[in-house]
C-alpha cells in the first residue's frame, strides 16, 4: 500500500540543506516507515505528541495517521539542536 508524505515548511528548510548522503539516509528511512507504518517501532518522544525517527546523528520529527497512511513530517535536524 502506498503512502502519502507531508512536510512542514521547517522540515524543507533544514532538509535541502543537508549533505545529498544524509539526505538519501533520511529519505530511505522514511520510505521504510512508509511502508510498514502500521508495524514500524514508532519511538514518542518525552512530554509531546510526536515521534522521533533516528538516522544516524539526525533525527526526524513526525507524526502519521494510519487511517489515512499519512506520515507529517514536522521537523529534521542534528541530535544535538532538534529537541531544543
Known amino acids: 500500500m502506498c503512502h502519502q ?5 521547517e522540515f524543507d528548510s533544514v532538509f535541502f540543506k543537508l549533505d545529498a548522503r544524509i539526505r538519501q539516509q ?7 516507515v512508509g511502508s510498514r507504518l502500521r508495524q514500524f517501532p514508532h519511538h514518542r518522544l518525552k512530554g509531546a505528541p510526536e515521534f522521533r525517527l533516528r538516522v544516524g546523528d539526525y533525527r526526524v520529527i513526525y507524526n502519521f495517521d494510519l487511517a489515512r497512511n499519512t506520515i ?10 532538534i529537541y531544543r
Not at 5 to 9: C, K, L, V
Not at 72 to 79: D, E, S
Open 26 to 32: 533520511i529519505e530511505d528511512k522514511i520510505t521504510e
Open 72 to 81: 507529517y513530517l514536522i521537523a529534521v535536524g542534528h541530535r544535538r539542536e
Open 5 to 9: 508524505e507531508i512536510f512542514a515548511r
